[in-house]
């Protein structure tokens, strides 16, 4: 039943809402347009406030989904965050995709919120923290994720080996993002010197 599940995990990552978003706004493939990316900040650009809202919440639902499909299941917390990974993983490299995903906050905030729901003030917070600083919504949302291990462990008690979990869901999430964090960390290097 557990691999059931895992698998059922993988492939409502493969869900890309972005790409359903596209295709209902008739302009093909979202992943060919703007950044390429199906998530929700370039179906924004691309479509409007409407489109970044539905891949947003489409991207999140999915995650949410599988964690409430663990809860009556009855799965453990680690198997359960262990299905959230599959998702995420299944979000940014999904098979029906040609491997050709998104990057995974929406699916990661989604999954973890229905895990731990009062996690959204924590990573509220960092972020506040974060934005002035960087004044990057990228930077400023990856860079409020890394609370959460801490806040697991430190709040609300989870065990090391479901905190390693989730900082590896989180490692996950930031290498699909690889690119925006050097492009961020160049532009201020080179407005440095300049």
Sequence with gaps: MVFMIYLFAYFAGNLLTGVLISSLFKKGDIRGTGSGNPGARNAGRLYGKKAFIFTFLGDAVKAAIV?????????????????????????????LFQFKG??????FIGGILVIEPIMAIFIILGFIILYPISKSFTIAGLGSFIVIPFTAYFVFHYTMAEVLLIFLIILIVIAAHQKDIRGYFIKKFTSKNT
């Design 102 to 107: 998104g990057k995974g906050i929406s699916s």
């Design 67 to 95: 964690v409430v499909v663990c809860s009556i299941f009855q799965l453990s917390p680690s198997e359960t965050l262990f299905a959230l990974l599959l998702t995420i993983l299944g979000h940014i490299k999904p098979i």
